[in-house]
Every structure is written in C-alpha cells, then in structure tokens.
C-alpha cells in the first residue's frame, strides 16, 4: 500500500480485506500496534480514490465511487455480522434522514469537478486512534467515518456534514460535553480546527467540517451520582472557606492572641489552607471551560498546542499552598514540643516565629518555582487535570517525569515523619 495507484482492482480488494482482519485480532495487540496501524489509516484513505472498491467486514466498510454521477456521501448501518453502506447523491433525502443509520457524511462542495472520485471508510469503533482521558468522566468514541476525494478537487472549499448516532446510555447516566473532532495525521491526535458542532438532533451528533479526513465525536459521560458529588463539593469548599475567614478573622481581632507565638502560627496556617481551597475550587474542580478558553485562544494566535495558563497558575498555587500548609503543621508541631518542655516563655522573645516565617512559606515557594521552571511546559502538570504531572505506565513510577512523586509526596513524606518524631 505504499502506492495505491499502483494495486489493481483484485490487489486492492485484498488489501482491504487484509486490514478487516487484522483489525479482527486481539484487542492488546491492536493497543500494541496502535500508532503503525493509524498510519496505514491514511494510505487506506488514498486507496479507496485510486481503485474502484467496495469492501464490508464486521468491523470496517469501505467504499469508493470514480464516477461523478454515483454521490459524493455515504450512509452505513451496522450490525452484528457486517457494516452495510449506500452512496448518496443530493436526491437522496430519504437515506439522509434514515434513522436507522449509524454513521453518515455528505460533501456539499457544489458540483465536482471532472474526473473527481471520491473514496469513503468507515470504523465501528476508534480503537486505532488513541483518544485522551477525561479527568471526572469517561471519554468515549463514536464510530469514525472517514471521507477522501481526488487530487483535483482538494484545493477546493469543502462543505462537509458529518452525522454519527449517539449512543444509548444506562438509566443515571448522560452526555455532559461533547466535540466534533478530526484526526491530524501531523500531531497524531484528534483536533477540533475545522469542525463546529451542532447539537440540535436528539439522536445524532451533527458536525460540519471544511475539509476530509476521519471524523468522530469525543463525548463525557456523567453520572447523577456524580453531578451530586460535585454539588457537595462546592458547598463544602465554600463553607470551609467561610469558616478558615472567620478563622483569620477572630485571633486578629484579639490583640494579645494574635502577637503570641499560638496565633500568629494558628493564622498562617490558616491562610495557607484558606489558599489551597480558593486554588481548588476555583480551578480543579472543572477546568473544561479554561481548557476550551485556551484552546479557543491558542487557534486564533496559531500557536498549536500549548498548556491552558489558567490551569498551569492553578497547578503551581495549589502545589505551594499545600506545601505551604504541611509546613506550617510542622512548625505547629516543633511549638507544641517546645510548649510540652516549657520553652514557651522563651518562644516568645526569640526569632522563632520570624525562622518559621521565613521557612514555612519560602521553602514551599522555593520547590514550586524549582519544579515548574525544571518540568514547564509539558512535564508539569496533566494535560486534563489541574494537577501534577504524573507518567504513564508502572515502570516510570520513579523517573525524573514523576513531577508528583518528586515536587509534593516526598517533601509531604519528610514533613509527616518529622511530626511522627515529635509525636513520639
């Protein structure tokens, strides 16, 4: 398949047929030899404009019409044995609006021009095109459909639409967010340049696209169970917030606590946590909407992929207020000894509060500003989570990637075993 123009018919239909069977293979095979097989994906697309070709299988159609009056857009409906297709031509009204379909696409770029062939392939599900995870949510693959035209007729605008059924959900369940996507053989990832969606049909997703390639849906899926959790998050967050300002709040008003050793630790810790939870619930419950705020931006500046500033602000502060927050637990507990060996009158007149100060909040400050100018912009935090980056896979648990391990678990680790000891 190096170059389809040069496989004749019968070469072409076994080419066809040997994918539908290599797609048939072991599911962690097909995981394995996920980024050879999304190339092939792109030769298969030049094939079916180069040959005349009509192949069904379980989990593949292909088809492809060089003559002008057979349609430019094809319907299939699936089943458990074979995908079933049908081209469509601009008179097709009733497979276009055909309920039963699953998967539709139809290029309305005005008349082709001659000799134009137009080539069409269809997956049942996305397995040969990695897909990211969502952090609340499930991210699921409609079926991909895949549209091809001849050299002659690329150079000019296409008007694309693309229908994939949605999928029928178990009760409690439903479809939070949802994208048009198509895939960019340059990134090797799915990508929403060129596609708009639009959401009005109940039963299918519509997206409408200025160019070919393969096309799918990524799509969150909810609980109510979780929506719920959500709702107690908020509130629990805000009511804690409340209570660490009143907690503030109260020692600064009385002049004697505050400037004693006791309150003005009591105080810093508060304000430490305080900042953990503005940090949380304004930037790591959902960042869906900065991430697409972001995404939105970077399109229009032409900058490709780049991390969403908002969430990498939120990324660092929660990293240093935590740290900063473990810290002052310390320092709390170093006073509470020194309380217990009737140091305290000592406390008071010596530098320890301004020490404690100075290295309650700059050691934290310090690993925050060490571990984000060390890992930025890729390796600092996860691509769907405000949060640290952590690798993929077990064996690179404890490399230099592990941002989380590294930055936060084991300066976390050294402060609770200091606690331990003074416990003690």
């Known amino acids: 398949m190096n170059d389809p123009k040069l496989l004749d018919a019968p070469a072409s239909k076994y080419a066809v047929q040997t994918f539908c069977q290599t797609l048939e293979a072991n599911r962690s095979i097909i995981n394995d030899l996920q980024k050879n097989l999304t190339s092939l994906t792109k030769k298969l697309e030049n094939l079916t404009v180069s040959n005349r070709i009509k192949e069904t299988c379980r989990l593949m159609a292909v088809e492809s019409t060089p003559d002008n009056s057979s ?25 276009m609006s055909d309920s039963n379909a699953d998967t539709y696409i139809y290029i309305s770029n005005g008349l082709p021009r001659p000799a134009t062939s137009y080539g069409f ?7 040969l095109f990695p897909t990211p995870k969502n952090k609340n949510s499930i991210m699921l693959k409609t079926q991909v459909i895949s ?67 393969n096309f799918a849906v990524l799509m969150s899926v909810k609980s109510s169970t979780m929506q719920h959790l959500d709702i107690i998050s908020y509130i629990g967050c805000t009511l804690s917030i409340l209570a660490l300002l009143a907690t503030i709040i109260a020692p600064i008003l009385m002049r004697d606590y505050r400037r004693s050793v006791t309150g003005k630790l ?25 991430e697409a705020k972001a995404q939105k931006s970077n399109e229009k500046r032409n900058e490709g992929k780049q991390p969403s500033n908002f969430c990498t602000a939120a990324t660092w502060f929660l990293h240093f207020f935590l740290l900063a927050s473990f810290a002052w637990m ?95």
């Not at 392939?121 to 996305?126: E, G, H, K, L, P």
């Not at 912009?377 to 230099?400: A, E, M």
């Open 330 to 424: 310390c320092v709390q507990g170093i006073a509470l000894y020194s309380s217990y060996k009737r140091l305290i009158q000592h406390m008071e007149s010596s530098y320890f509060t301004r020490v404690a100060t100075g290295v309650a909040w700059g050691v934290p400050a310090l690993i925050a500003i060490i571990t984000i100018a060390a890992t930025y912009p890729n390796k600092y935090r996860q691509d769907k989570i405000c949060w640290l980056h952590v690798p993929t896979g077990n064996s690179n648990y404890f490399s230099g990637e592990n941002v989380l391990l590294w930055a936060f678990l084991l300066p976390i680790s050294v402060i609770l075993l200091l606690n331990m000891v003074i416990l003690a």
């Open 147 to 213: 549209g091809s035209v001849s050299k002659s007729t690329r150079d000019d605008k296409l008007h694309v639409t693309v229908k994939l059924k949605k999928l029928e959900l178990n009760e409690g369940f439903y479809f939070d967010k949802s994208e048009c996507v198509n895939w960019d053989y340059n990134q090797v990832e799915w990508s929403t340049n060129g596609c708009t969606a639009n959401n009005t049909d109940k039963s299918y997703f519509t997206c409408n696209c200025n160019h070919l390639t």
């Open 121 to 127: 392939v269809v997956y049942r599900d996305a397995s």
């Open 71 to 95: 349609g430019h857009g094809l319907v299939s409906y699936g089943n458990t044995e074979n995908i079933s297709t049908a081209l469509l031509t601009k008179n097709d009204d009733n497979l």
């Open 266 to 290: 009591q105080i810093n810790l508060s304000i430490a946590l305080l900042g953990v939870y503005i940090v949380f619930l304004s930037g790591s419950i959902d960042t869906a909407w900065a």
